[in-house]
Structure formats: C-alpha cells, structure tokens
T-cell receptor
Framework: AQTVTQSQPEMSVQEAETVTLSCTYD???????LFWYKQPPSRQMILVIR??????QNATENRFSVNFQKAAKSFSLKISDSQLGDTAMYFC??????????FGKGTRLSVIA | DAGVIQSPRHEVTEMGQEVTLRCKPI?????LFWYRQTMMRGLELLIY????????DSGMPEDRFSAKMPNASFSTLKIQPSEPRDSAVYFC?????????????FGQGTRLTVV
C-alpha cells in the first residue's frame, strides 16, 4: 500500500521569505505521480504543482517548485517570496496512474506580515 | 466548465436522520471519488467509481454509508442513520487519466454536522 508522510504539522514564514515543506512517500510502483494541493480557509482543494516520476527535472510553477528525490522517495515543496495569500493547509499526494490520490496529513502554513 | 459541483455546502442534521450529499463531476471525467476530511484522520477515500461503476468501496466506514452513480453526471453519498461521529467535510472529486494527467479536481465540499 502507498503511504504519504508529512512530518511538519505546522510551519510559519515571514512574508517575502522562502519556506520548504517536506513530504516522503512509500510505494513499489515504478510509474507514479506526485502532487501538492493547497487548501485555504475557504476549504477549496487547489492543485499547486504536479510531478511525473519518470521526469528527472523538478517541476516549477511561478513561485512554487519541488525537489523530487526519487531514490529517497522525497518530494518537498519550496515556496519563494511567500505572500499572505499562501497561508493555507498544504497536502502532499500520490497516485499511480488510474488509482485514487493518497494524501498526507497536511502541513498548516502561516505567512506572517 | 463550472468544475465539480457539490450540494449542499453545509448540512446540519439531527442524529438518526438520513443525509444525502450530491455531486456533479466535470463533464467528460470518467472517474469520481468521494473523500471525507476530519482533523483526526485527514483526507480519507470512501469510494470511487469508473464509468459509473463502483471500483473500491473499502473505505466506506459502515453499512450506514452508501453511494450511487446512476449516470455520468451525478453521484450521491447517503448516510442513514447519521451519527455525531459522521460530522466532517465530504469532498467529491473527478478525474480523467486518459487526458495524460492524473490529478483530481475537487468540489468545494459539504460540511456535515450531526447533532
């Protein structure tokens, strides 16, 4: 069974600074996908970034980037130039093709002015 | 497309009552998922469908929970009878892996409170 672990229940960062959220996963699959979702207080689940396991290049989306270490089964999210609107719960998630997403427990990020 | 649409957004009911949550997936998506979110357990998969057929319902907590997908554009999650421990946010999500991406698109969730 696949598992996703987020070891940081809460984090905080000063506005304009950089923060990194950690995620590790366990799977025996060779082809899979990793995601970071953001859940603001509105509770909408918003996809932030995705990474295909077969791609060696780390994904980036504007201020968001990942550090994907396949051998270590690690998938961290870096948020640069943090903004107040980045305050939210962040969930790391995994799936293998057509299987449902498996989520970590989440990290609550607070951006402080 | 309007995205995944769930109704109601909030539901307050008394213990023992029947509750029905509704979901309209994104048109063309062939997978539909029901998740439950609580503080203690995070996001848990309850059941998912492919082309309207239930594929895995092992996450459904007990026989009080049932889900149907009578057609490609509608699904329901029913709890009968409801109990206070069912209080949670219930999410519906849909996806279409054949598009080349496998992420799920979520509705805004239904916050259920059973008193």
């Amino acid at each position: 069974a696949q598992t996703v672990t987020q070891s940081q229940p809460e984090m905080s960062v000063q506005e304009a600074e950089t923060v990194t959220l950690s995620c590790t996963y366990d799977t025996s699959e060779s082809n899979y996908y990793l995601f970071w979702y953001k859940q603001p207080p509105s509770r909408q689940m918003i996809l932030v970034i995705r990474q295909e396991a077969y791609k060696q290049q780390n994904a980036t989306e504007n201020r968001f980037s990942v550090n994907f270490q396949k051998a270590a089964k690690s998938f961290s999210l870096k948020i640069s130039d943090s903004q107040l609107g980045d305050t939210a719960m962040y969930f790391c998630a995994f799936n293998a093709g057509n299987t449902p997403l498996v989520f970590g427990k989440g990290t609550r990020l607070s951006v402080i002015a | 497309d309007a995205g995944v649409i769930q109704s109601p957004r909030h539901e307050v009911t008394e213990m023992g009552q029947e509750v029905t949550l509704r979901c309209k997936p994104i048109s063309g998506h062939d997978y539909l998922f029901w998740y439950r979110q609580t503080m203690m357990r995070g996001l848990e998969l309850l059941i998912y469908f492919n082309n309207n057929v239930p594929i895995d319902d092992s996450g459904m907590p007990e026989d009080r929970f049932s889900a149907k997908m009578p057609n490609a554009s509608f699904s329901t999650l029913k709890i009968q009878p409801s109990e206070p421990r069912d209080s949670a946010v219930y999410f519906c999500a849909s996806s279409t892996p054949t598009s080349g991406t496998t992420e799920a698109f979520f509705g805004q969730g239904t916050r259920l409170t059973v008193v």
